[in-house]
């Protein structure tokens, strides 16, 4: 198995960090163990919840640092259940798109910068990445090669190979049509696909921000998953955030491990904006409380033909 970056891997990547596996697992059965020309690697950006859930170290998935530490979490407020419905509306009022085709692309714009943590013999050392442009182009039906663009962290057009059979909870565009359209069985779905190594609440609240951020959600199917979130104990409403474009929005937020995974809209259209971590206590990687840990902003959300074309 190709060995994956020595660093933390947050949970918002947790269902795509599966799949990854996964595609690894069946390419070294493949293989033999025979070295890869065009081997893969973890691509996926370090998003949602700094507090990390998983450090790999040598390819070896192991605990989280900062434990476990579930609570019995109260339902949502009704405001914040109101400003959910009010997300879902907008997100239903989006036209539905047409005539997608299964070898075009979900071409997503943003840029993000979260805490990582690097494992050395020396010990482990925590920083906050400065924030760094991305761009990803999506195989619409998860059947054809993707592509990563991200310079500062190393990828240069770094092409993926497609290796179907695609795992269950995959975010591609035609996986995501088939999704419910109704909250009930939206987030029955969510807790059944989403892991991570935290509470059954926070892994779902997770696979939210994962859908938000690098998918292309169809209308009634992202009006189902934020209705479903409303019924996550422990969501809340933020009044202010500023996702790492500099845009100030409303949040729907969760606290985990000390850290509040903020997921931002436009006040006025309910528009997903991009993401924020807040330390809400002093952290064990030496962050003190009140910290932003992670942030990231999507620019731009469309389809395309090409791997590499632009909009």
Known sequence: ???????????????????????????????????????????????????????????????????????????????????????AAAAKAQPALKGVRDDQYVYIKSKSGYMTTEVSDEGEKSEIEPVRPREFWQSVDGLHDEMLHEPDGGFRYERMEADPPLVEGDSHYRSLQKLPTDPVNM??????????????????????????????????????????????????LIKDAVDADGRHGVAIARVDDGVRQELIFDKKTKQFLGEREVAVEDLPTGFEKGTVVGRSAILERTVVDKLGERP
């Open 1 to 87: 198995m190709n060995e994956l970056p020595e660093r933390d891997l947050p949970p918002g990547r947790h269902h795509l960090l599966k799949e990854h596996l996964l595609t690894e697992i069946r390419q070294s059965e493949a293989t033999a163990a025979e070295p890869k020309k065009n081997s893969k690697t973890w691509f996926r950006p370090a998003l949602l919840a700094g507090a990390v859930a998983a450090t790999v170290v040598a390819g070896v998935l192991v605990a989280s640092p900062f434990g476990d530490r579930a609570a019995q979490a109260d339902p949502p407020s009704k405001e914040t259940v109101r400003m959910l419905e009010e997300i």
């Open 187 to 236: 987030l029955d779905w969510l807790h059944k696909v989403s892991d991570g190594g935290k509470s059954e609440d926070q892994n779902t609240f997770v696979l939210v921000g994962d859908l938000s951020y690098e998918s292309l959600m169809p209308p009634k199917q992202a009006a189902a998953l934020y209705l479903a979130a409303s019924k996550i104990p422990g969501v809340e």
